[in-house]
């Protein structure tokens, strides 16, 4: 048994920068993270186009900002968070490069600010198109040198530790459930510790693995959300996926390598498989219309042609430029024979955010005692029903620093608790088959990607449920036999994740922002967060 007296699960920027704050604030607390795979295998280290805040004054503005982001996210974004946000981000972001992050330049020493889809201006700063491995590196080398933090690798966290463990009966009416720690799986003893908690932090990321096709790594398999629902605790918006509109079109490979939405910000174009430019057709803000209107858009113009892709022309843009923003993608597109001065890029798209997740207050709060959650698996209302480009990572940054603020007010109060029992592993067995495994992740991800995708009806979601309902009963009989594994965790949380997602696009009688329901051709008018 370990204790601690902050618990991070995570390794992306959401975690890391709230264990660097609480660390170099209490130096004699110990700080525990734990990540079940390297340290920076994370959607934070893919993140490419980079961080939306303002920070040119002459031209731009917090009230913009705002309006872009509640424009983006439909009528549900929550005006506080979105104020909190914008107004609290720039001061975050000069904290991360106070920690060595270094966004370009231009010759006079402003920062060269990117555009991307819904934003009235330039406004995100980029490290090429590579932010987010710049991040996480400055991140992770600055959390080398604090000696109070340890990261722990290749840990799966399996389960919170609530008053259930202890014997009492939790229901989702239990007033005042409460975290204790968490049981996590040393994938290299194969032991499961138990580890206890004052205060615990959830920054496990997204869930794209619910689906075929997505941007995000293998880690994205919304192990918090699955946790907190299991624990009872709230889970809201999860119908909103938000579907990256230009993942480069490569069959076979996953996950999808993205085409950044800066390039459009820069000039690239939208072309059908006639070679038009159709996105003036759908929206009067053409390429950069926000990111539901172009995937929505490109779905409709693949269906029409029976094709699987479209494409993004980038042969009219300066190819000098071109490559100075974008050495990746060049580079990329240049292994798999794409020469983007000549040939126009096939792009398609993939599940890339889950803007809903775990519920919390404006401080972090779940709705369970001393657990906080950050980052993408949490749902601030930030974004409604459709995340702003590059809101991400700003958000996850002044949600981190405020769990931090709020959390080392509380621990002081608290104590470790006592009686935790061990993990009970009886009556399960190694697992014999893999592929029951396996073939349960597949048959997800074609039936998430078929009927809850970009364009919904009522009958696909009740497919969609009737399927899953069984992939639920099967992956829980088998969790009830066998030995604890990753794959089986995962596959078994993403089972939940699509059901959650299910279920809340089932209550959702309308079509707004990502959730686009055929079935409803317009918006209800009254606005709600659903709620699980
Ligand atoms: P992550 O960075 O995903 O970290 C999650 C951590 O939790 C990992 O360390 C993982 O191992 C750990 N974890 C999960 N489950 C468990 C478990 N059971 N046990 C132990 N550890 C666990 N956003 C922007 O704002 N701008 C962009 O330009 C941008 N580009 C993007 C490009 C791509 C290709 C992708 C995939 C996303 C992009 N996003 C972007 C979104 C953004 O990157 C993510 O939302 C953000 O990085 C999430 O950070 P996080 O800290 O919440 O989670
Ligand atoms: C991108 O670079 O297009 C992704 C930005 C984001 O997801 O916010």
């Known amino acids: ?77 929550n005006p506080h968070t979105v104020e909190i946000v914008v107004r609290e981000g720039p001061e975050r972001i000069q904290e991360i490069i106070e920690w060595g992050t270094r966004f370009d330049k231009d010759p006079d020493g402003d920062y060269k600010l990117g555009k991307e889809g819904g934003h009235s201006e330039f406004r995100i700063l980029h490290h090429k198109d590579v932010t987010g491995k710049e991040i996480e590196r400055a991140l992770l080398d600055t959390v080398g040198k604090q000696k109070n933090i340890e990261v722990v690798k290749h840990w799966f966290v399996l389960d919170l530790i609530t008053q259930h463990h202890l014997g009492y009966l939790v229901t989702k009416s239990t007033p005042d459930i409460e975290c204790y720690g968490v049981y996590a799986l040393d994938h290299q003893t194969n032991k499961i510790v138990t580890i206890i908690s004052k205060i615990t932090l959830l920054a496990t990321g997204g869930n794209g693995q619910a689906y ?106 300066d190819q000098v430029k071109f490559v100075e923003h974008f050495p990746n993608i060049y580079q990329k597109c240049k292994s798999i024979g794409i020469d983007v001065a000549a040939n126009m890029i096939p792009v398609a798209p993939a599940a890339h955010y889950s803007c809903g997740g775990i519920k919390v207050d404006e401080w972090g709060h779940t709705s369970i005692r001393n657990l906080y959650a950050c980052g993408e698996c949490s749902s601030t209302g930030l974004h409604g029903a459709n995340r702003l480009a590059s809101n991400s990572l700003l958000e996850a940054l002044v949600f981190s620093h405020r769990c931090y603020l709020d959390s080392i007010k509380a621990v002081g109060e608290l104590k470790f608790k006592d009686g935790v029992p061990e993990w009970n592993a009886e009556g399960t067995m190694e697992p014999q088959e893999m592929i029951l495994i396996t073939q349960s992740l597949k048959e997800l991800q074609l039936l998430m990607s078929d009927y809850v995708g ?73 606005l709600q967060n659903i709620v699980l």
């Open 1 to 77: 048994m370990i204790k601690t007296d902050f618990l991070v699960i995570g390794s992306g920027i959401a975690g890391l920068s709230y264990a660097l704050k609480v660390a170099q604030r209490h130096p004699d607390k110990k700080v525990l993270v734990i990540t079940k795979s390297r340290a920076d295998e994370t959607n934070t280290k893919y993140a490419q186009g980079g961080i939306a805040g303002v920070t040119d004054f002459e031209h731009d503005s917090y009230d913009k900002h705002i309006q872009d982001t509640l424009i983006a996210g439909d009528g549900l974004c």
């Open 212 to 317: 075929r096709t997505t941007t995000n790594p293998k880690i994205a398999t919304g192990d918090g959300v699955a946790m907190v629902y299991r624990a009872k605790g709230r889970i809201e918006n999860m119908e909103f996926i938000q579907f990256h509109p230009t993942a480069l079109y490569e069959p076979g490979v996953s996950p999808s390598f993205l085409i950044t939405e800066a390039v459009r910000g820069d000039g690239g174009i939208l072309r059908n498989d006639k070679g038009e430019a159709f996105m003036e057709k759908y929206d009067p803000r053409k390429d950069l219309a926000p990111r539901d209107i172009v995937a929505r858009a490109i779905d409709s113009e693949m269906k029409k042609a029976g094709t699987e892709h479209v494409f993004l022309d980038c042969r009219h843009m």
């Open 454 to 526: 970009i364009v919904r009806t009522n009958t696909r979601l009740q497919r969609a449920s009737k399927r899953l309902d069984l992939l639920h009963e099967e992956i829980e009989s088998l969790y009830e036999t066998t030995a604890v594994s990753p794959q089986l965790c995962e596959v078994r949380n993403l089972i939940t994740v699509g059901y959650l997602i299910v279920k809340e696009a089932s209550f959702r009688k309308e079509s707004r922002g990502l959730h686009y329901n055929t079935d409803y051709t317009g918006k209800s008018e009254i």
